[in-house]
C-alpha cells in the first residue's frame, strides 16, 4: 500500500508534532486546520505558534481548511471531538485508508474507544492505534521518542511504522489494539492521581507505591475488556504510565497536583486550565469498571477527587484502610 501522503486531522499540539515527525520521516504532510488564517500562520512562518511556540516546522508541511486525498490519516483532535473530527470528514476519504488514532481517552456518554468511534463513523477504515511516552513538544524537536502503533495486520502496521520513523520518533509496531488504547486512556486517570498525591504532598513513596498499583488495575482492566495484560509492559503501558505519572510536564499530572492542593474541578476549568484527558475519561473508565465487575479502587478514588464530595486526606484514608490482600 502506498504511504507517501499523510494527512493530520487536529492542529493542536500534538497533531502538529505526528506532523513534524512524518515530514521528518520524509513524507508529504497536509495538517488539517479550522481557519485559513490559522492554515496562512502556519505556511508563511513555518511555525504553530498556537500550539507550539517558536518550535520550527518542517517546510514541507502544509496547512490546510479542506480534506486532501491521502495515503494515511491521523486524527489528533481530543478524545471528546474525534467523532466530531470524522463527522466532518467525506467517509469514501477515509475508506481502505490507514486511521492512525492518536487521542488518549473514552468518549462520554458512550464509553467507546477511539476505535469505536472510528468504525461508528467510518467503517470502512482500516484503525490503527499510537500511544507511548511522548510529549508533543519532545517529537516536534526531534527527540529520541519511541512509540507503540498497534494494528490488526502485521504487515501494513510495520509499513506504517517504517513510513512514520525517523531518526528521533521509532514506532514499534504490535497488534493489541485495545490494550495499547485503554492503556492512553486511563494512564491520564492516574496522571491526576500521582499529581494529586504531590499536590497534597504525600510524598514520594505514596506516588511510586500509587503507581505501581495503578499498573495492576489497569491490567484487570485491559484484560477485562479483551486486551493482553502483557501489552502493558511495553511503551504504551510502563512506558507511558510511568512518563504521565511522574512528570510536571503532562497536563493530566498538573491538572491533579491543582486538585491535591484542594482546589475545585469548576475553578481549575474556570482558570482556563490545559486539556487534561482523564477528566473526561475518568467517570467513563469508573462506569466500565462497574459493569465488568473489575475492582478499581484508584479509579473510583479519582472520581471521588474530581466530584469534589470528598477531600484527598479523607480518600486517601478510605483506599489506605482497605482490608489487605495479597499482591496480584
Ligand atoms: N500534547 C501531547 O504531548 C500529547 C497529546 N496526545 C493526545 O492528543 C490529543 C490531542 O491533544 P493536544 O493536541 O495536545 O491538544 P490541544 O488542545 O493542543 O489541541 C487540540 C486541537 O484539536 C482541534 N480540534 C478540536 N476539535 C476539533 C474538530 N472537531 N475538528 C478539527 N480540529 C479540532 C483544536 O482546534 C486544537 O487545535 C489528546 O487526546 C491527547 O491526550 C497524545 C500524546 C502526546
Ligand atoms: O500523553 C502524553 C505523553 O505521552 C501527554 O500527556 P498529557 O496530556 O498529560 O500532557
Given amino acids: 500500500m502506498k ?11 500534538w497533531g502538529t508534532a505526528l ?5 521528518m520521516a520524509g513524507r508529504e504532510v497536509v495538517l488539517m486546520v479550522r481557519t485559513s488564517e490559522h492554515a496562512a500562520e502556519i505556511n508563511d512562518h513555518h511555525l504553530n505558534n498556537r500550539a507550539l ?8 508541511i502544509t496547512a490546510q481548511t479542506t480534506h486532501p486525498v491521502a495515503d494515511c490519516f ?16 467525506d467517509p469514501d476519504l477515509l475508506a481502505d485508508k490507514p486511521v492512525v488514532l492518536s487521542a488518549k481517552g473514552l468518549e462520554t456518554g458512550t464509553l467507546q474507544r477511539q476505535s469505536e468511534i472510528l468504525a461508528d463513523m467510518a467503517p470502512d477504515a482500516i484503525p490503527f492505534v499510537l500511544s507511548g511516552p511522548s510529549f508533543a513538544a519532545d517529537v516536534a524537536a526531534g527527540r529520541p521518542t519511541a512509540v507503540t502503533l498497534a494494528g490488526d495486520d502485521a504487515d501494513l502496521t510495520s509499513a506504517l511504522a517504517a513510513a512514520l520513523a525517523g531518526p528521533g520518533f521509532r ?28 499536590g497534597a504532598n504525600l510524598g514520594a513513596s505514596a506516588r511510586s507505591a500509587l503507581l505501581a498499583r495503578a499498573y495492576a488495575e489497569m491490567a484487570r482492566m485491559v484484560v477485562a475488556m479483551g486486551g493482553s495484560a502483557t501489552t502493558l509492559t511495553g511503551l504504551a503501558g510502563l512506558g507511558d504510565l510511568t512518563l504521565s505519572c511522574t512528570s510536571s510536564q503532562s497536563r493530566n499530572y498538573q491538572f491533579g497536583m491543582a486538585l491535591g492542593r484542594g482546589e475545585k474541578l469548576a475553578d481549575i476549568l474556570a482558570r482556563g486550565a490545559e486539556l487534561a484527558e482523564g477528566v473526561a475519561t475518568t467517570p467513563v473508565a469508573r462506569a466500565l469498571a462497574h459493569s465488568l465487575l473489575v475492582d478499581a479502587p484508584l479509579i473510583s478514588a479519582v472520581n471521588q477527587l474530581l466530584d ?3 477531600d484527598i486526606t479523607t480518600i486517601v484514608a478510605g483506599l489506605m484502610a482497605r482490608p489487605l490482600k495479597r499482591e496480584e
Fill in 308 to 310: 469534589g464530595h470528598a
Fill in 74 to 89: 491521523i486524527l489528533a483532535v481530543p478524545a471528546q471531538s474525534s467523532r466530531a473530527a470524522l463527522g466532518d470528514i
Fill in 171 to 198: 514506532p514499534y509496531a504490535a497488534d493489541d489494539r485495545i490494550g495499547v488504547e485503554l492503556a492512553g486512556a486511563l494512564k491520564n486517570v492516574y496522571a491526576l492521581a500521582c499529581g494529586a498525591v504531590e
Fill in 3 to 13: 504511504l507517501e501522503k499523510i494527512c493530520v486531522i487536529g492542529a493542536g499540539a
Fill in 53 to 60: 511556540g517558536t518550535q520550527a516546522l518542517s517546510a514541507t
Fill in 19 to 23: 506532523a513534524q515527525a512524518a515530514a
